[in-house]
């Protein structure tokens, strides 16, 4: 079996095959499904609907880009993403990002997930993959991720992902709090996108996904507790989305949970500890995109 550096199995049953394709259904092969039969009368259309997609994921692949394409594309891996951003260099020959799956339909990217309160993200979310090593394997796969030699992201994948995913999102209305990371929604199971992927820029630039405001980090910072209670670490954590044990004391769900939201939010600290400028980040989160009356734990910050 090859492990999740190599593309996890993260789908459910198995891709139909397409003897024409080579067993890999290609977008043409769903082409049918939008024809509309005679017997199906479209002239009258409810004004109440919206999209089924609730979430965008971003991943890396942590491999090269051929081995990235035949994982995302072969039927025995039974992994899938809605996009690929290819790298640098096959990006100088064709800059375009390639679509492996509509989205219309479910790719197999998120496996056991979930994201406020909704688990197996696969069938409300659109999954994007960007050819990125992460960083060396399998020589670092147990080193602390603090200590890992992260790999950056390549401006011309960037340039593009900010125009994909800003399009996503508009025709969506994917709400900036539900623009995550794989290591969001499988906290201490994934590690992707990584501490190197530019949030914050993307936010700023493209008006992606959900970023804190500093004025408000600013002004939670001085409350923190000199002390961090590990129940009001949960209690936001799972406010924010994330899918934070209940228990009360700091266990390894809790740190991995911390950790994810730090390679997200706070990128030059992500060891899983609690911290003061962490906690004042999420209550800044909490303030701006969940509870604008929010003024963070009564019983831990006076």
């Known amino acids: 079996m090859i492990n999740r550096r190599q593309f996890l199995y993260r789908g459910g049953l198995a891709p139909l095959a397409c003897a024409a394709t080579g067993g890999v259904l290609t977008n043409r092969a769903w082409a049918g499904e939008a024809r509309t039969p005679d017997w199906i009368d479209e002239s009258i259309a409810s004004a109440s609907h919206d999209s089924r997609v609730r979430t965008l994921v ?31 260099q096959t990006l100088a020959r064709k800059p375009a990002v390639l679509r492996l799956v509509p989205e219309a339909r479910r790719a197999w990217h998120a496996g056991d997930s979930y994201w406020q309160g909704v688990r197996y993200l696969n069938t409300s979310s659109i999954g994007i993959e960007i050819v990125n090593l992460g960083y060396p394997s399998p020589r670092q796969d147990e080193w602390p991720l603090m200590q890992r030699a992260w790999f950056d992201f390549a401006e011309e994948q960037i340039a593009l992902l900010g125009k994909l995913a800003s399009d996503i999102v508009a025709r969506h209305q994917i709400q900036p709090s539900n623009v995550v990371g794989h290591s969001d ?70 740190r991995a949970a911390i950790a994810a939201f730090q390679m997200h939010f706070r990128p030059a600290r992500f060891d899983g500890e609690p911290d003061a400028e962490s906690s004042a980040r999420l209550d800044a989160l909490l303030r701006k995109y969940v509870d604008p009356e929010h003024a963070a734990d009564k019983a831990e910050h006076p």
């Open 58 to 88: 971003f991943h890396y692949t942590a491999v090269d880009y051929p081995t990235s394409l035949r994982l995302l594309t072969d039927a025995q891996y039974r992994a899938s993403a809605h996009y690929l951003v290819p790298d640098a």
């Open 185 to 254: 929604i499988s906290p201490g199971r994934k590690v992707d996108p990584g501490p190197r992927f530019p949030w914050e820029r993307l936010h700023r630039d493209f008006g992606i996904g959900a970023w804190p405001d500093d004025e408000d980090i600013q002004h939670f910072l001085p409350r923190q507790p000199a002390q961090s209670d590990a129940a009001s670490w949960q209690r936001r954590l799972s406010a924010y989305g994330y899918d934070a044990p209940q228990s009360g004391v700091l266990d390894d769900g809790t």
